[in-house]
């Protein structure tokens, strides 16, 4: 069992659920846009957000940010002591910061006092691509230099007596991630931040990413996620959710089942299901549904399933909570399909 800390009211390690992050990709000293985009990552189920923070205006736009955001913030601060000090006192629920690369002790001394004060945990985020010499001469690009160097920074903290720490080894290679992790896990007890870096667009970065951090979440490792995305944050949020919901990790996901269509098709289905999946994103329960396309193997999943249609010729059954209730025209099948997952969804 990992240790827990808190970013803000948000318990994160030792049992608590698995949080869900992203970060922010507008510049952070407007804190308008920022603050716009952190509403949009929070409605759509994002439990914590990082921001850059890379000099002192940045800091300023924090003090307007952070009271108006509905979620904790997390700062990301690469070598400037005063820039995570001055967040912290911004209000800063967390800060990513590497304590081996700011400088004197006198520096580290500073920050971990000024965290210590208001409990805020501070992540050490070790990447792949900026392990340092020494211990990629030794280790080569490997998870034992991960975590050699992430050992460097815990030590700096440790010595400290600063335990609120969590931990992050990312690289944009699947095999290295998951074996830095597993290592992490077995050496640490502090969160895990689970995550990818460079995954690249949706496409690629959803395959990369469940790969990796779908069999870290198999094996119980991983306090909190981000899933990288070259592409708008929100994105990130709706692909976590998703990969969480397979491990049972989350609630209040729906479960969207569809065949993948063949020639015994019977309807004009893939429009179906692509406006289903769509209305899936706006919907906040634990529910089943299935689009399936004949009546050969259709039945079986949509009779599994909380609401389901399976097609006929120009129309479709559907099925609630394994019975079937009427036949559905083609042109109608959506609308109907949304209105009974609306009234399952209020009989709850
Ligand atoms: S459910 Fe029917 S249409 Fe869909 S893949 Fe299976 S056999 Fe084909």
């Known amino acids: 069992m990992t240790k827990q800390v808190f970013v803000g009211h948000i318990p994160m390690g030792s049992g608590a659920p698995v949080t869900v992050q992203s970060m922010t990709n507008t510049d952070s000293r407007d804190a308008e846009a920022t603050l716009a985009q952190i ?4 409605a759509s189920g994002c439990d ?6 890379y000099d002192q205006d940045c800091v300023k736009a924090l003090r307007d940010i952070i009271p108006a955001s509905p979620v904790p913030l997390v700062a990301d601060i690469h070598f400037d002591h005063r820039l995570a000090i001055g967040a ?7 800060v990513r910061i590497n304590p081996g690369n700011i400088g004197s002790r006198e520096n580290v001394v500073k920050v971990v006092e000024a965290a210590r004060k208001r409990h805020i945990p501070l992540r050490i985020g070790i990447n792949s691509g900026s392990i340092e010499k020494p211990l990629l001469e030794k280790y080569g690009v490997s998870a034992q230099a991960m975590i050699e160097s992430a050992r460097r920074h815990v030590e700096i903290l440790e010595e400290l007596d600063y335990h609120d720490i969590v931990l992050s080894f990312k690289a944009s290679d699947v095999r290295l991630t998951v074996n830095a992790y597993k290592l992490a896990a077995e ?16 496409d690629y970065s959803l395959i990369k990413s469940s790969a990796a951090l779908g069999e870290l979440l198999n094996l119980g490792i991983g306090n909190t996620i981000r899933i990288s995305i070259s592409d708008d944050p929100v994105e990130e949020i709706k692909a976590v959710k998703k990969l969480l919901k397979c491990y049972g990790l989350v609630d209040r996901v729906p479960d969207l089942v569809g065949c993948p269509t063949c020639g015994r098709t019977d309807y004009d289905m893939l429009p179906i299901i692509r406006q289903i999946e769509e209305y899936r994103e706006t919907v906040r329960a634990d ?41 559905i025209r083609q042109e109608d099948i959506v609308s109907e399909l949304k209105k009974e997952i609306d009234l399952m969804i209020s009989h709850d």
Not at 39 to 42: D, E, G, K, S
Not at 187 to 202: D, I, M, Q, S
Not at 288 to 309: S, W
């Open 187 to 202: 050496e640490w007890r502090y969160p895990l931040h689970l995550g990818l870096t460079e995954a690249g667009t949706k």
């Open 287 to 327: 529910i089943r549904v299935a689009v399936m396309g004949c009546v050969v193997n259709g039945p079986g999943e949509a009779r599994e399933a909380d609401i389901g249609v399976a097609g006929g010729h120009n129309e479709a059954l559907l099925f609630k909570k394994g019975e079937i209730i009427r036949k």
């Open 88 to 94: 912290i006192e911004a209000g800063i629920a967390k």
């Open 48 to 53: 914590i957000v990082r921001l850059s923070v």
């Open 39 to 42: 509403r949009a990552l929070a």
